[in-house]
């Protein structure tokens, strides 16, 4: 079985702090690994992805970027945040089967 | 531009009742369609899929239906329980690359006793 881990679940932070969200996955090899945000109306947007240590794909220009440190750990940062980045983020994983991705239980961060 | 629309955000449904959930496509190369389900505070959870070589997949009380000439598809719920209230959404990809799925906006969905 697979699990992926996302710390913190929840997180508020003020306008021009650093932000580090981290994602690890246990239980496969190689994985793709990506990071979504669910913002009030708009769905799940693609942020990043990534099929391997070092290989970062970005979707949107954003005030955000990730990395991928070891086969299983992927990290969201960000410099300094504004408010737009308030959403609830989402790592997930895609292991070639049928069954699409699979998600963790995501974190709701709120710039203030 | 969304390549993948849900244009109801919600959708109330009594409890015994049919729901079913529209998306709408405009990428011709999309050839793998998923539905997830989402709690608040949760993560999706993978439902149903269907490929593009098929018109249909059902799983239980699940049923996806594909009409690839509309570029359309529904996932039905049959009979409709409370449980079934949250977030649908529907989702696509292209050729099974890496780079990501493509979601909807997504459709809360209301069941009623």
């Known amino acids: 079985s697979q699990t992926i881990h996302q710390w913190p679940a929840t997180l508020v932070q003020p306008v021009g702090s650093p932000l580090s969200l981290e994602c690890t996955v246990e239980g496969t090899s190689n994985p793709n690994l990506y990071w979504y945000r669910q913002a009030a109306g708009r769905g799940l947007q693609l942020l990043f992805y990534?099929?391997?240590?070092?290989?970062i794909s970005s979707e949107v220009p954003q005030n955000l970027s990730a990395s991928r440190p070891q086969d299983r750990q992927f990290i969201l940062s960000s410099k300094k945040l504004l408010l737009s980045d308030s959403g609830f983020y989402l790592c997930?994983?895609?292991?070639?089967?049928?069954?699409?991705?699979?998600f963790g239980s995501g974190t709701r961060l709120t710039v203030v | 531009d969304q390549q993948v629309k849900q244009n109801s955000p919600s959708l109330s449904v009594q409890e015994g009742r049919i729901s079913i959930l529209n998306c709408d496509y405009t990428?011709?190369?999309?050839?793998?369609f998923l539905w997830y389900k989402k709690y608040p505070a949760e993560g999706p959870t993978f439902l149903i899929s269907i490929s593009s070589i098929k018109d249909k997949n059902e799983d239980g009380r699940f049923t996806v239906f594909l009409n690839k000439s509309a570029k359309h598809l529904s996932l039905h719920i049959v009979p409709s329980q409370p449980g079934d209230s949250a977030v649908y959404f529907c989702a696509a990809s292209a050729g099974g690359g890496a780079d990501g799925l493509t979601f909807g906006k997504g459709t809360h969905l209301i069941i009623q006793p």
């Open positions: 990534s099929v391997g240590i070092g290989q």
């Open positions: 997930a994983e895609d292991r070639g089967t049928n069954y699409g991705y699979t």
């Open positions: 990428n011709s190369m999309f050839d793998y």
